[in-house]
Each structure stands twice: as structure tokens, then as C-alpha cells.
């Protein structure tokens, strides 16, 4: 593997910062990453007394039936117990919990009482509708403050939430909810983006032709009913406020068994049938807390902003989960960055005086691109710390996050991490590491990397694996454990963890993330397998064969190229453009949508019949082709190089 970036900027934590921070230099950084790796368990058991137990474990680690790992076992506890009853106690009790800002700029703030409050009524809204311990909720809502309710309330019950990302068509939450057979589904009339209503109920009704395991629908009233219709279902649909209104405002927290399942949440893979990853209780809970209080530094008086959506692990981990163990001020706001116009995330800064800001690269050079007059129309000398996460980001959208908005005063922690890592693996501590623009640094603690060949060897540049078991780690994929193995743990015979990404090491040790080494792809910082596409375009009758494959993008990150081979006869028109978009659309969602769509009389294939993408890459890269001496028909690949440049 080779690595082209030569960044040398280098960029210790401010005086002032490091002074107050949690870990406050690279020597209290190494005593405790040696001490993690060292004797994990005796530093998870430490960590772990931070929180609040029914019972507490027999085990820390037990690795009897590795890969299948557990952690805390014979624990008992209640991540939503820790996420708001143990701030019930003290001064947090009407501490902010939530700063929610609608997309139209409606405004409303929520104590951590508050939460326990409405949190406890959902709860028993969910117990009036039947739903127990171990059953299945599919959550599919805006971020509103009723999606943070709502899977805290699955959590305080015992059931397993899947946070279907609002994006995601009727199709996508169909295959969702069947894999993991989900009795009830939350949604709301509608969500706002960018000026305009979603219906995402008339979505959900889509998706549940078909869908046979749902008795019932709980409706968050968000759109008030205005432009299109809400139909109602009489005996499956319920509306949340009167499912809520006349509750108990209290409900015991379901006591967990540690490795009881807190949630899934599904990803892409190299196939095209998405992975319900699962993550449990204990180890999870840990984890994010963890990771939470050092890398975002979090104290009492930060006012924290993840611009993530819940649909994705990152709102999981870092808005409800870990945030909110920390007894954290957060802000959740609905909309686009752009509405009404381009400063609305500076303008929320500002209002809210934030201090600590969360954001993916992919918004970052957006901003970049529409220019430094948003920003500095807005004071945003609140912020004392900023993050990326979801993607490489570039050293020159690093700089100007550092200076733009950081104002050279803001340690940046850019996070690798994966929804199947739980929480964040590689990442700067703020308060401790000197950072370089462009690199995730140093392992968190317990986390150690290797860059390794296929083969195994160590090298300088290769494939990131992950040596040893974290708590935050998934436990598998949803009714297939044999892909979980094969996935993540058969590469290197089941010593390390894979995670499909490749890196680097450079001579201070730090590890640079090089993008992903499987036909996996990060369009704006959203994982799509390529796999996914392809089993879409060939449903179509005309369409003889399909390889998607990802090319840089200047603001997405990465953006998806697909070629199309149709079958004899066929004519590739505008017609059957439109109808392969459209296809992706109501398979996937729009956010799926490729850059370019080409159609081709062949592809290029090996002599065993093996789609060479490389030359796909190559050709969609503009760049010198590949070794092309293994192709079946070697002129293919040239008449398609031209076609794509004419085209
Ligand atoms: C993949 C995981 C982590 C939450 C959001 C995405 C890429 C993530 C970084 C980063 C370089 C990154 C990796 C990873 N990625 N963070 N800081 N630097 N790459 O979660 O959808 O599970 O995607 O995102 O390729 O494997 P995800």
C-alpha cells in the first residue's frame, strides 16, 4: 500500500487547555495507555466503578468463547439508569440535558428531570403497548428531542432499538425491521430539511406492506398534519402524545444482565445485504463513557454539539449515549447547515455559546466552500475544543477548521471509529497529544493497533487490525454469527480484529487512516457498500451487469461510479437513466445516488471472469491504467476509458 501525504504541521494542545484538561500531557497519556494494555482488566474494572451497578461482575473480560467476547459478566446495570436517574441525585437533577433547536428555529430545553420524566411516560407507553424486554423497536424520526426519549426509553425497558436513519426509503426500513423482526416502529408525521416536510409516516406505511412482525406505531406529532395527509391506522397506529398523557411518571430501569443486548444498528457491508450490528450493555456503556469524558474533556460547564444525526452510530455513542452518561449540556438541533441560509450552525454556536463542536469533514468543506463571511459574522469565541469523525479528513479543511473556527485556539480530535467499534479507537487527547492536520494519532485506552500485510507481517503502511478486545466492541451481526466471524476476526485467524481500513505508521508512531481497503465507501461520511448498488441495478430487467466503485469527491469525501453493462437491444437513453436513479432512490434512499451512472457493452474481467475494479478506479480517476496483462480482453478497458472521457 502506498501513502502519498507528506504532512509535517504539527500542533501541540494550548497552555490553557492542557492545564485544566483530564489528561493534561503525553507522559499521564502513556501511564495510563500502558497500564490499559498492560492489565485491561484491572483498568476497565476501574473504570467501571464510575457508574452505577445493580450488581457488579463476577468477570471483567471473559474470552472463553472468543470471538465472542463478553465483558462485566455476571454484572447487572441500566445504561438509561446511568444516563439519567444517577443525575437525579444532586446538582444535575435541573441541570440543561437537551438545547433543541428545530430546523423552522423553535426552541425547547429539557432538565436531566425532565428527561427522566418524559422518558418514564414513553417508557410506559411502550409497556401499555406490550412491548418487553428483548423485543425489537424500530425507531425511524427526525432529531427531535423525542428520538433521544425514545431510545432511552427502549433502553430503560429492555428493548432493543434500531434507529432507522431518516434518509433510508421504504424499502430500506422494510428489510430492516424483517431482519430483526421489530414489533413496534416510532416515527413522526413528517421532519423538516431544508424548508421542506418530510413524510416520514407515509414512508413507514409504505415500508410495513410486507412487514408482518409490527402490531404497532407510535406517531410523534412534528409536521402538524400540514401538507399531506397522516393516515391514522386504527388499532396499530397511536399517536405519542396521547400514548403518553396520562402515565406514571415513574418506571423502574429493567436491571440488564451485562451482556443483555442494548441495541442494533445496521451498517453496509461488502455484500448487498446490510449487517445488523449488535452492541450490549455493560461493555458499551462503559466504553462511551469512557471515551466521552477524556476525548471530548467533558465538564460540567461545556456546552457540547454533535452535528450527527441519531440514525448513525455517532448520535448513538456521542449525543445519547456517552454525552449523556456525563450528565452533559447538549445542543440537538433538526435541520440543514444551510437554512435558511449558510451561517445557521455558526448562528447556533453563538446563541448557545458552545464550547465544544462535533462535525464530519464532509460539512467542514462545505463550509469551506461557502466562504469565511459565515462564520465571522457570528462570535464563536466559546468553543475550546473541536472534533471530526466519519471520514479521512484533508490537511487543508484540518487548517481551516483550526483557524476558522478554532481560531488556533481549539485542539482538533479527528476520531476513527467504526458503528462496530462502539466508541472512538484512534484520537487525539485533546488536553495531551500534538496534533497533525490530517491524522487520528494515538490509540485510545486498551486499543492497540497493528498495520499489517495480508499475510500477517507488520508493516509501515498496510492494513489497520486491532490486537486485542475492547468493551465497546459489537458482539456480532443479527441472526448470522458466521458472518461475524468471517467479517471481522478470519483474516489474520481470528488474532485480530479487521476492520477494513488501511493505514499507516509514521516516525512519531502516530497512525494515519488511508481510507478503506473492502468495496466499502464513505459518501459524506455515510457507509455504503458498493455491493448494495450493484444487486439494485441489476434487478432491472434490462441491465445485464453492474460495478460500482468509489473515486474521490471534493466535498462528499468519496462519491460512487457506476457502470452498467445492459443487455443485447437495449439502448442506454435517458430513459433508462431515470429509471436505475429512481431505483436507488426507493432501494436505498437518495443519499445513495451515484456521481455518474455509464453504460458500457462490457467490463473489464480477468480470464476467470473477476470484474477488475482497479481499472474501473483508474479509468473513473482519470488516471495511467493499471496492470491490465491479466485481462480477458484487454481492449475493453481502453474503448471504455474513452467513452468516459467523451462522455
Ligand atoms: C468508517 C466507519 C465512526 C462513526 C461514523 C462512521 C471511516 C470514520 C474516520 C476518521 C478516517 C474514518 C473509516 C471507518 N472513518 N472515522 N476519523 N478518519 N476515516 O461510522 O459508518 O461505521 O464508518 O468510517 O473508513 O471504517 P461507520
Redesign the pocket.
Known amino acids: 500500500m502506498e501513502s502519498v501525504s507528506h504532512e509535517n504541521r504539527k500542533f501541540a494542545p494550548p497552555a490553557a487547555f492542557a492545564e485544566n484538561a483530564h489528561i493534561g500531557s503525553m507522559e499521564a497519556y502513556h501511564a495510563l495507555y500502558e497500564k490499559s494494555i498492560k492489565d485491561p482488566e484491572a483498568f476497565w474494572a476501574e473504570a467501571a466503578e464510575d457508574l452505577h451497578w445493580f450488581k457488579k461482575w463476577d468477570t471483567v473480560l471473559d474470552a472463553s468463547e472468543a470471538p465472542f467476547y463478553k465483558w462485566f459478566s455476571g454484572a447487572r446495570t441500566n445504561v438509561c439508569y446511568n444516563c439519567v436517574d444517577r443525575h437525579l441525585e444532586g446538582p444535575n437533577r435541573n441541570k440543561a440535558a437537551i438545547l433543541w433547536e428545530g430546523e423552522p428555529g423553535e426552541t425547547r430545553m429539557l432538565t436531566y428531570q425532565d428527561v427522566h420524566r418524559e422518558v418514564c411516560k414513553f417508557a410506559n407507553g411502550l409497556k401499555q403497548l406490550g412491548i418487553k424486554k428483548g423485543d425489537r423497536v424500530a425507531i425511524y424520526l427526525p432529531m427531535v428531542p423525542e428520538l433521544a426519549l425514545a431510545v432511552l426509553a427502549c433502553a430503560r425497558i429492555g428493548a432493543v432499538h434500531t434507529v432507522i436513519f431518516a434518509g433510508f426509503s421504504a424499502d430500506s426500513i422494510r428489510d430492516r425491521v424483517n431482519d430483526c423482526g421489530a414489533k413496534c416502529v416510532i416515527t413522526a408525521d413528517g421532519g423538516w430539511r431544508r424548508g421542506r416536510v418530510l413524510p416520514l409516516k407515509n414512508i413507514v406505511d409504505e415500508a410495513l406492506v410486507g412487514a408482518e412482525t409490527v402490531t404497532d406505531v407510535v406517531i410523534v406529532k412534528r409536521a402538524h398534519g400540514d401538507p399531506f395527509p397522516c393516515h391514522v391506522k386504527e388499532g396499530r397506529d397511536h399517536w405519542y402524545h396521547r400514548l403518553v398523557q396520562d402515565q406514571p411518571i415513574d418506571c423502574p430501569c429493567e436491571e440488564m444482565e451485562a451482556e443483555d443486548m442494548l441495541f442494533l444498528l445496521y451498517?453496509s457491508g461488502t455484500t448487498g445485504k446490510p449487517k445488523g450490528i449488535i452492541h450490549t450493555t455493560a461493555g458499551y456503556m462503559v466504553y462511551t463513557h469512557q471515551t466521552t469524558k477524556y476525548i471530548f474533556d467533558m465538564k460540567p460547564e461545556d456546552v457540547y454539539w454533535c452535528t450527527a444525526d441519531v440514525g448513525?452510530?455517532?448520535g448513538h455513542s456521542y449525543i445519547v449515549y456517552g454525552p449523556m452518561q456525563c450528565a452533559a449540556t447538549q445542543i440537538i438541533y433538526e435541520g440543514a447547515p444551510d437554512s435558511p441560509d449558510e451561517g445557521r450552525f455558526w448562528d447556533i454556536i453563538e446563541k448557545y455559546r458552545a464550547t465544544i463542536f462535533y462535525t464530519a469533514p464532509t460539512a467542514i468543506r462545505a463550509f469551506m466552500k461557502w466562504g469565511d463571511q459565515w462564520p465571522e459574522k457570528h462570535d464563536l469565541s466559546s468553543l475550546r475544543l473541536l472534533g471530526?469523525?466519519?471520514?479521512?479528513?484533508n490537511p487543508e479543511a484540518w487548517m481551516w477548521y483550526h483557524k476558522t473556527i478554532g481560531a488556533e485556539k481549539c485542539p482538533i480530535v479527528?476520531?476513527?471509529?467504526?458503528?462496530?467499534t462502539g466508541g472512538h479507537m484512534l484520537t487525539p487527547m485533546p488536553g495531551a497529544t500534538p496534533t497533525k492536520p490530517g491524522c487520528?494519532t494515538v490509540p485510545f485506552f486498551g486499543i492497540e493497533p497493528a498495520i499489517l500485510t495480508d499475510d500477517g507481517e507488520a508493516v509501515e503502511a498496510g492494513i489497520l487490525a486491532i490486537k486485542q478486545p475492547w468493551p465497546g466492541m459489537l458482539r456480532g451481526i443479527y441472526g448470522d454469527e458466521q458472518r461475524y466471524k468471517d467479517t471481522y476476526w478470519c483474516k489474520w485467524g481470528g488474532k485480530y480484529y479487521f476492520?477494513?481500513?488501511g493505514a499507516r505508521r509514521d516516525e512519531d508512531g502516530y497512525v494515519w487512516?488511508l481510507?478503506?481497503v473492502d468495496d466499502?465507501v464513505?459518501v459524506s461520511?455515510?457507509?455504503i457498500g458498493t455491493a448494495e448498488l450493484e444487486s439494485v441495478f441489476v434487478e432491472h430487467k434490462d441491465v445485464a451487469e453492474s460495478a460500482v466503485v468509489g473515486v474521490p469527491h471534493e466535498i462528499k469525501g468519496q462519491g460512487l461510479i457506476a457502470f452498467v453493462t445492459v443487455i443485447k437491444g437495449r439502448s442506454h437513453d435517458d430513459q433508462l437513466l431515470k429509471e436505475l436513479v429512481s431505483m436507488i432512490d426507493k432501494s436505498i434512499g437518495k443519499f445513495a445516488r451515484p456521481e455518474r451512472i455509464l453504460f458500457s457493452n462490457d467490463l473489464p474481467k480477468t480470464r476467470s471472469g473477476k470484474i477488475m475494479r482497479r481499472l474501473l478506479r483508474d479509468i473513473a480517476e482519470g488516471k495511467k491504467l493499471g496492470n491490465t496483462s491479466t485481462l480477458a480482453d484487454p481492449s475493453v478497458v481502453e474503448h471504455l476509458r474513452r467513452q468516459y472521457e467523451e462522455s
Open positions: 451498517t448513525w452510530v455517532t471530526t469523525v466519519g471520514e479521512p479528513i479527528d476520531t476513527w471509529w467504526q458503528t462496530e487520528a476492520p477494513g481500513d487512516i481510507g478503506r466499502v464513505n461520511g455515510h457507509r
